[in-house]
Structures are given as structure tokens and as C-alpha cells.
């Protein structure tokens, strides 16, 4: 049975809106496309087939309305080595099986590892993202004529004094006619998007890559096609996540793993390359009125028609209104607040978000930078909560038991200080070990306490350990299991 209402919001919310910011994300598609298929080494048109294909699908297919997702920077960069040494075909092969990886990806549910990345590491992805889109803009504004910079500057005022004229047009939209205009009746010495490659004008064949189909040619591609895939799912997801929180929506990110996974996978026999969200123009799409899945379909459609019936006209589109669009994108994106924030967060919180920002900005890889800002939170946390943990003791009044309180969580971080913190030489006939208030989480913690108890016997003092809860003390049971089945093995021997 249909769920009207859902078709509702998430194909029909607002369709004079999503159609005209699908537009305005088509045109700033192109020359995205034809600079990761440089990237990449490979035809201009891969890149375009790629970002067409891929938006139509994932607004079919996808679990965030809303978000586009077509040809990227992220994956193109790791695909240099292979198109370089073994050719085209092997991309597509490549690409296809990274269509599979991530719709496994998505059945077995690795978009809950999102829940791991914390929102330090999140502004700092989106700040660092902010910063590489603006870079990528810096060839269109280096050794270039004057009508560039006053182009810019033309396209930037329009796209932020329009609307205060109006909504009823994205803004953006508005600053990409209006610049064309210009730059065609006065034939402005300016970059147009034909200058930086060959435009498609036909429909990408079905194509089987032309690959030897043995277990060296998986060989070959699977490094690749895993890479490709963890990286696009990482990247769509966080992009999911930021487009939730622009939209005040949720969204479902299992489909959304699927949904980038059956993308790929057919744009790969149509002669595309990989691809995954892209967060710069899906701010666009967002800021220019699209939130629904119609605006991406637009975005792809739109796409397809300009490759195949206007083809000399887009070519003439002056970059520098497309240079405007993109650093629009990259101030809306930075997170400012964040700046402010530096002072008043916590020390741990602002190195995250920095150390991230440095990393991507120095590799140009999301991923590293994702990387390093999880292992900086983990190792924060780790501290933090190491640092709660804490243990008083009190004396019996005949001087011969002494209680101990272990109070906070206690693991392989907390070990250590865990049985440092015993006076094991105290002459004492008894000590209890009250862990009513504190858990202990693995086997290092459970080895920990195994420790104490054996050093306060070899001192010739009984412990009684007291208050421990059913998930500590089931743990514990498997550890002196397993020690008695190893004494056991031994024994035999």
C-alpha cells in the first residue's frame, strides 16, 4: 500500500522550489565533474555520466531527500593509481563492485558507527570541507583578467542582496544568468566552462567493462573497490547528518548505504566512476529552497538535458558566476560559531575540531581527517574517563580490616591505577573490596582485580570482594573459566 502522505513530503513538499534548486545544482555539476575526471585521468565524460547517473538513482533510491550525490573529489583521488596502470575499464569494474561493498555495507548496518564520530569531528569535517571548496576555486582566480575578480564580486552581491528583493528564485540561479548575459554581449575575457573540457552531447552506453573476468582481476580491483567504498559511505553519511541538521530532519541511513550502493553499482556499467554525497552542493540545494528527493532528480535530469540538447550554450557559461556560487557555498558551510566557540568549549573538543580541519586541508583526504579526529576522541574519552574513577578506603576500629570503595568505571585505561591504588604492605588480617558503585568492562579490568587479590594473599591477607553486579560478575566467572581451563591444559602436558 502507498504511503500518500509520505510521497507527499518527500517528493511534493514544495515543487516550484526543489525544480529550481535542482537547476541551479546542475549547473554547478559540470565543471565539478570535469574537474574530478581530471582528477581521476580519465575523459570529462566519465565524470558527467557519473554525476547524472548517480543523482537520478540516489533520489530514487536513497534515504536522505534532499542531499546530492554525484561524481566526487574523495573517491576520484583514489582511483589515480588504478586508471593509471590498468586503464578505464578496470574503474568501471572497480566502481561496480564498490556498488556491492557498500550495499552490503548498508544490510549489515555500518552507518551505527556514525554514533562514534563525535560532533567536534563533525565541525571540523565541515570546516575543513568549507575550506577545501574555497581552495578549489583558487585556479579560476590566479593569472586571470580583471573581469574575473569584478564578475565574482557581481555574482557574490547578487546572490546576497537578491533575495532580499524576492525568494520566489534561488539566488544563485539568478547570479549564473545574469553573469552568462554579461559575459556573452560583451565577450568578456573570461573562463567559460568549455575552456576546461569536452562536453558530452550523447547518451552513455550500456557497457560489461572490458575486463578479464578472473580472480587476478578481483585482485586487482578489491583493494580498490573497498577503499572507494568506505570512503563514499563515510563521507555520504556525514553529509547526511549535516544535511539533517540544516533540514531539522531525520533521516534513514541504512537505505542511504543501500541507496549509494545500488548507485554505483549501475553507473558502473554506463560508464561512470564512482561517486558518493557531495556536501558543497547539497548546501546549495538546500539553501536554494530543494529539500525533497524531487530536487535531486531535477538536478540529475536537468543534468542530462543540458549534455544532450544544449551543449554549445553550456559551454559558455562563465565560470567566475559558477566561482561565485561555490565560495557562497564554502562561507555558508565553515561553522563561524565554532570559532567563537574555541574560547568557551572544552581544550579536548577544540583540538579534535582542529586537528581534523589540519589533517583533511594537509592530505585533501576526508577520510584521514575523520580518522584522526575519531582516534583523538577516543583517546580524550578514554582519559576523561579514567579520571573519574577514584577509590577511598576507612579503617575497622580493632585496626585489622580495611575497606576499600572502588567508585567509576574500570577498564583497560583504568587498569593500572586501578591496582596502584592498593596498599598492598598494610598489615591487615582482611580486606574487602566494595565495587557496589563501579563496573568493570573487559578483560583487562577483570585481569586487574585477579591481580590485587593475588597480592594481598601473597601478603598472607584474606580479601572478600563485595557488591559486584551481575555484568561484572559474569565477566569475572568467564576469566576464572578460562584460567581454570588453561591450568588444566597445562596440567595435562
Known amino acids: 500500500m502507498i504511503d500518500t502522505q509520505k510521497l507527499r513530503r518527500e517528493w511534493l513538499a514544495n515543487p516550484r522550489a526543489d525544480i529550481l534548486a535542482g537547476i541551479v545544482v546542475a549547473l554547478a555539476l559540470i565543471p ?54 590498468h586503464g578505464v575499464q578496470y574503474l568501471f569494474a572497480a566502481t561496480i563492485l564498490m556498488g556491492v561493498l557498500q550495499f552490503l555495507g548498508g544490510l549489515l548496518r555500518v552507518d551505527k558507527l556514525m554514533q562514534f ?35 565574482v564580486a557581481l555574482g557574490l552581491g547578487i546572490i546576497y542582496l537578491f533575495p532580499r528583493l ?25 573562463n567559460r566552462i568549455g575552456d576546461m573540457g569536452a562536453l558530452p552531447s550523447d547518451l552513455p552506453p550500456f557497457l560489461i567493462p572490458d575486463v578479464p573476468f578472473t580472480l587476478e582481476t578481483l585482485r586487482i580491483i578489491l ?61 546549495i540545494n538546500v539553501k536554494s529552497g530543494g529539500t525533497s528527493r524531487l530536487s535531486t532528480l531535477t538536478a540529475g535530469l536537468f543534468l542530462l538535458a543540458l549534455l544532450m540538447l544544449v551543449t554549445p550554450w553550456v559551454a559558455k557559461i562563465p565560470m567566475p558566476a559558477l566561482v561565485a556560487v561555490m565560495i557562497m557555498v564554502s562561507i555558508g558551510t565553515f561553522s ?111 585481569g586487574a582485580l585477579d591481580k590485587v587479590v593475588l597480592k594481598f594473599r601473597r601478603e598472607g591477607t584474606a580479601v572478600e570482594i563485595v557488591g559486584m553486579n551481575e555484568a561484572s560478575a559474569t565477566l569475572v566467572r568467564s576469566f576464572a573459566e578460562r584460567d581454570d581451563k588453561d591450568a588444566a591444559t597445562a596440567a595435562s602436558k
Not at 166 to 190: E, F, G, K, N, Q
Open 117 to 151: 564520530v563525535s560532533r567536534s569531528v563533525i565541525t571540523g569535517f565541515v570546516n575543513a570541507l568549507a575550506i577545501l571548496i574555497f581552495m578549489a576555486q583558487l585556479p579560476q582566480l590566479i593569472d586571470v583578467s580583471i573581469h574575473t575578480y569584478w564578475m
Open 166 to 190: 524576492t525568494r520566489a528564485i534561488p539566488s544563485p540561479l539568478v547570479a549564473i544568468v545574469i553573469l552568462t548575459i554579461i559575459a556573452l554581449y560583451a565577450d568578456l575575457p573570461v
Open 223 to 283: 583493494p580498490y573497490s573497498l577503499t572507494m567504498a568506505a570512503v563514499g559511505l563515510l563521507e555520504s553519511l556525514l553529509t547526511a547528518q549535516i544535511v539533517d541538521d540544516l533540514t531539522d530532519t531525520d533521516s534513514d541511513k541504512a537505505k542511504e548505504s543501500r541507496g549509494q550502493g545500488i548507485a554505483n553499482f549501475v553507473t558502473g556499467f554506463f560508464g561512470g566512476m564512482g561517486g558518493c554525497a557531495m556536501i558543497g552542493q547539497s548546501v
Open 336 to 446: 563561524w560559531s565554532s570559532i567563537r566557540d574555541i574560547a568557551s568549549h572544552p581544550w579536548h573538543s577544540s583540538v579534535v575540531m582542529l586537528a581534523t580541519v589540519v589533517t583533511v586541508v594537509a592530505t585533501h583526504d576526508l577520510a584521514k581527517g575523520v580518522l584522526v579526529g575519531v582516534l583523538l576522541s577516543g583517546i580524550f574519552f578514554a582519559h576523561k574517563v579514567t579520571s573519574l574513577s577514584r577509590m577511598d578506603s576507612s579503617l575497622s576500629a580493632d585496626g585489622g580490616t580495611r575497606t576499600y570503595r572502588v567508585l567509576g568505571e574500570v577498564f583497560f585505561a583504568s587498569a593500572q591505577s586501578f591496582v596502584a591504588a592498593f596498599d598492598y604492605k598494610e598489615v591487615l588480617d582482611r580486606v574487602v573490596i566494595d565495587v557496589s558503585r563501579s563496573h568493570f568492562w573487559d578483560i583487562s579490568a577483570v
Open 32 to 85: 565539478e565533474a570535469i574537474g574530478f575526471s581530471i582528477i581521476a585521468g580519465v575523459d570529462p565524460a566519465v565524470g558527467l555520466y557519473a554525476s547524472f547517473s548517480i543523482a537520478i538513482i540516489i533520489a530514487l533510491v536513497g534515504g536522505r531527500p534532499g542531499m546530492i550525490s554525484a561524481a566526487t573529489a574523495a573517491v576520484a583521488v583514489l582511483v589515480v593509481p588504478l586508471v593509471r596502470d
